[in-house]
């Protein structure tokens, strides 16, 4: 097994550069982690917005009482009057709702004269229209009594309209799913580690086969007395030794993190999906690694491959944001059906015919590419060599 | 003298192919990327008409006034900022369940002893809709509380008077630009393009230092004032590398068309001073690290990652927590500093800000430049 050997001499010569990309894995798995979640919600909570209330309206039962009443369902978040700090909290959605209450205003609303809060979002944003329909909604109320009840002090006002707006709709909760939280991190885990992957794979299995494809090492292997098909074969084999040991390598992090939840058939099935994902990387890296020239070119190859991929095929960011367009060209790298696989099983509840025809087929189309790339390169190193024995 | 060795270090430069992939192509290849992939991002937090389902049962059929409200819920009103909420079907339980478990409506209004909102999970959707169950109920109890009160306000139409909202807001736009925070990926990525110009300053000081280069050892023996020609060979690599930003600058503003405001001559000006700033600390690092070429091209790309990612280029927040909790390192960072040159051009406008962000970078400048200095000046070399 010399050959085998060698190659992961060489892959040890390269593990700086291997281990970074591993590192960048490990740092990304560990900030999902630390991102809290709340523990499984089996009761409906309404949503809170995080937003800033600004009153110059001083001494007002009113307002008071409305900003009691949108404070059980916002955030308010300490920041300073300052415009520029409130512009670039909203800026960065520090806040997403940011409302000031103008001097005079109890007492303009008061005698029905017309006088508008100011508000600052993100336009046309969800949390905009839900915050703006529940300061309506309080004011709206209070017009009404102010128009229609006369002499009624603030403090009454303010008692009726709370005493009103305590009635609430009930709300029923259909089969929650418990685990949501867990399995969309998970998912992500899974994504994130198509990244690291691909980098790893690209860059280590390119480096080890540049320094046995270099004229003059490999005529020299050639005329060694070990036949090229033993050579080949351990090759490959350490090719896919390599691929499994990385796989295993990324994975381990995730028993760490999701512990039991890793013993269960979605996280079978994670696994599974990772190792096939990581034969169609397997078969792509032996590709470019047959094709690059350069020693230089290698890592750049494995930065665009990687992040390219992993960018369109909606590893980054979630598919839904994506194009269609770009979908179906993400749909031509095996990382669009290991992204599109990890999220049947990440989001299903329990296993239905269809998912399992949709994960098989993913299966199917990673496995085609491990084939085709290396049947491929296989070609090409046939080409090769016979333009090499002819040289002679 | 000066011209010769200018235009034979240009053509030095352009004919490294490796470093043109980092300072050239890798930034466009990854702006193409961000663009992918941010470019719908925001329609995330956009609202959009909600899809609910009604149980269509005896009581609810009952109900005229829940009726009537859903259906005026559903029609945009007049006011233009309130559009219609939501996209409505009729269907039976079962049907409800099904569509929910599909994912098919965020949630169904049922009927049966009261009011119930039956959801999947919660969220901002299905907040909005009990808020709009929970006014129907609290409008009820308005109305009752007013007629007990005062049976004539029914006279004077109160019903009618209930179901005309005023709208109590204004909107008072931020800024004349949006609030996307997409576009501080771009400006980082420009910023992280500045501080790869730190190859090309790199390897100039590379090249005239005796004992990196051979060609270093070469000039040293010329009769040409050391100063000189390190001026001549940072010369040529910061045309070089503004060259590449104003076409990655281009790129981003014809291509991928984002927007930096409308200042365009202070956006050329921050580039010149990001591409400077970038250069020089390339020199920097290249004079000040004694080791092998490999540890200062790692040393390079890990410190301009790592400004880049406090500036905000892998979390966007990143740059407001820095910014608010250690504002410090903001000024420390100069990848911060170019970024929020852009920021504020983009969203305030010209103003102080901007000025103490270059005022900052220049200080970067000198201090790079002068350490560099320093350093390569009158060395003398026993044997080499």
Known sequence: ??????????????????????????????????????????????????????????DSKLVDGLKEFIGERANFIPIANDEQKLRDALFFREVEYIVRVPKGFTQAFMEGEEIRLEKTVVPGSASSVYMDSLINKYLNTARLYVDNIEGLSQQQLADYISEDLSHQAEVLMLNPDPDKRLNEKRTYYFNYLAYSLFAILVLGISAALKVFNQPDLANRNLCSPLRLRDMDFQLILGNICFAILTCLIMILPSFVMYRGHMFTLKGLLFILNTFVFSLAVLGISFLTGNIVKSRNAISAVANVLSLGTCFISGVFVPRDFLGDTLLKFASLTPTYWYVKSNHIIGSMERLKEEDVRAILTSFIVMLVFAVTAFAVSMVLKKQKYMRQVRGF | MFLHNYIYRLKCIIRDKEFLFWTLLFPIILATLFNFAFSNITEAEKFTRLNIAVVDNEEFRQNTALQRAIKAAANSSGDKDQEGLFNIRYTSKEEGDKLLEDREIEGYIYLDNGIKLVVKESGLSQSIIKGFMDHFMQLSSTLETIIRKDPQSMERGILDKAEAAINYLKEVAPSKSSPDIVVNYFYNLIAMACMYGGFWGLKEVTVIQANLSSQGARINIAPIHKFKIFIVCVLAAVTVQLFEILLLLAYLALVLKISFGNQIGYIIFTCIVGTITGVTFGAFVASVVKKGEGVKIGILIGSSMTMSFLAGMMYDKMKYIISTKVPVIGYLNPANLITDCFYSLYYYGINTRFFINIGVLCVFIVFFSLCTYLILRRQKYASL
């Open chain 1, 1 to 58: 097994m010399l050959v085998y050997k060698a190659f992961f001499k060489i892959i040890k010569k390269n593990m700086a550069q291997i281990a970074i990309y591993f590192v960048i894995f490990l740092f990304l798995a560990v900030f999902l982690a630390s991102i809290y979640t709340d523990p499984a919600n089996m009761d409906f909570m309404e949503s809170k917005i995080d937003m800033v209330f600004i009153s110059h309206d001083k």
